[in-house]
């Protein structure tokens, strides 16, 4: 059995600090800007999702200074699994990793849903659906389906071929939202009578900002997917941090210049710009564009295309890491940490990914799958920030460290309350979020007891 161990391939070591930067942002800028914008200025007003962004922005730095921390003593495939099972292990360190591998894999969902929401925009654009007579919410779901197993056979060609996939996007997506930021700035500028959009600046008060932290958090947590990388990533101890610092910079940046500029450029008429979003929904933020930019509509569109395939892309990549350490250290059967002699990748990882990214994707509302996401992620970050005191309490002097946090334990304390309230204020978004990632806890529960290899649960 050593043996076979032994012969096992291994990860390759290629990516470098540009491409797993740009898989970090990739990630991040998915759903979070062309779903979440709009639905959230309706549930928190103007000023309310300028506030959450900026909040949200604070607090995921804070945990991403840990998982900087964590990944640089322990660079190793896993991200926030390793490190919670690293910590705790037994029934803690595998629920950490059944709820890392569900929140990456319906992640990957949520992008699949967005790439087809915004096709069927642009397809609608032409009256498509009328000439061929389709129905476009079935159109939509099959589209999700196929997306998700088109970036499946991407993640299966090898690391490499995903970093570089998702530099080549991430840099389109960024070149178009850049134009958009730009516009709502000279926006702001030639017509500085609409910055009345903006009031009122809470029309429902402070309590929604914390449900709208809530519902965007994802759009924040790219951090994890850089994390995943600790064995395929080169000199991990200082690219790692620096990855996961660069790619937060970038992207709080782009969310508040964005969210700025959508508020600023759209025309509502006599309804309140908050009441307008609100019955726009999920399509809020590419119409709001239309008004800001000769064929806004359209690039919006184009962008949302790209941001949500280097998402599904990083998600896929992640949630199969996750599995695959969790089949390495015994916390799933041995089997899925079988690496392809071919492509150098975890292939019975990814296909168990993929089954729950392509059901997921085919069933579920965009609302309750973002949300559902959230709570998984919510509760993986609270579970690391604890890890880290007792990794440095236990391991400390052994560890090699390639980045210490600073204002320690300040900086990880406040990121475990701020998490638990959030994650608890999205009953008020999603119910049906909270029951699925109930049914998925209780599964999690199950396995471990029955199939769960207790003597080898324990990062190695």
Not at 41 to 55: D, R, T
Not at 209 to 214: H, K, P, Q
Not at 393 to 400: A, I, M, P, V, Y
């Amino acid at each position: 059995m050593a043996e076979e161990t032994d012969k096992q391939p291994e990860l390759s070591r290629d990516l470098t600090l540009f491409q797993v930067t740009m898989m970090g942002v990739g990630m991040m800028i998915g759903a979070g800007v062309f779903v979440a914008t709009g639905i959230a200025i309706g549930v928190s007003g103007p000023g309310g999702v300028l506030i959450a962004f900026i909040l949200n922005g604070l607090l995921a730095f804070f945990s991403s200074m840990t998982y900087a921390e964590l990944a640089s003593a322990i660079p190793k495939a896993g991200g926030g699994y390793t490190y919670i099972n690293e910590a705790f292990g037994g029934i803690i360190g595998f629920m950490g990793g059944w709820l890392s591998w569900f929140g990456h894999a319906i992640s990957g969902s949520l992008y699949a849903i967005t790439f087809a929401k915004y096709s069927s925009l642009l397809l609608e654009g032409i009256n498509f659906f009328e000439k061929f007579s389709l129905n476009q919410n079935l159109f939509m779901r099959v589209t999700a389906v196929i997306i998700a197993l088109v970036f499946v056979f991407i993640n299966y060609k090898g690391s490499s071929e995903t970093g570089n996939t998702s530099v080549y996007i991430t840099l389109g997506k960024l070149s178009v939202l850049g134009l958009i930021g730009v516009a709502g700035i000279r926006a702001a500028f030639l017509q500085p009578d609409n910055f009345s959009n903006f009031s009122p600046f809470l029309p429902k008060g402070w309590g929604k900002i914390l449900v709208t932290m809530g519902f965007t958090y994802i759009a924040f947590e790219g951090y994890e997917v850089i994390a995943q990388a600790g064995e395929e990533t080169v000199n991990p101890k200082k690219n790692i941090p620096k990855a996961i610092f660069y790619s937060l910079v970038i992207v709080v940046s782009i969310y508040v210049i964005i969210a700025f500029a959508t508020i600023i450029g759209v025309e509502t008429g006599e309804i309140a710009v908050w009441k307008w979003f609100e019955q726009e929904g999920t399509t809020g933020f590419a119409n709001a564009v239309k008004h800001l930019l000769p064929y806004g509509g359209i690039m919006v569109s184009v962008a949302a295309l790209l941001s949500s395939t280097s998402a599904l892309n990083a998600t896929t990549y992640s949630s199969t890491r996750v599995a695959y350490a969790m089949g390495k250290n015994g916390s799933l059967p041995k089997k899925i940490s079988k690496i392809s002699k071919n492509s150098k990748t975890p292939h019975i990882a990814l296909l168990l990914s993929s089954i729950i990214i392509v059901l997921v994707a085919a069933t579920l509302p965009v609302e309750d799958v973002a949300a559902g996401a959230d709570i998984m992620f919510l509760l993986i970050f609270m579970f690391v920030n604890l890890a880290v005191f007792k990794i440095r309490k236990e391991q400390g002097n052994e560890l090699n460290y390639g980045y210490l946090m600073p204002y320690f334990p300040f900086v990880p304390i406040v990121a475990i309350i701020m998490q638990f309230i959030l994650s608890i204020r999205l009953f008020d978004l999603s119910i049906i979020a909270w029951v699925t990632s109930g049914i998925w806890i209780g599964l999690g529960l199950l396995m471990y007891f029955i199939f769960q290899d207790k003597d080898e649960a324990k990062v190695n």
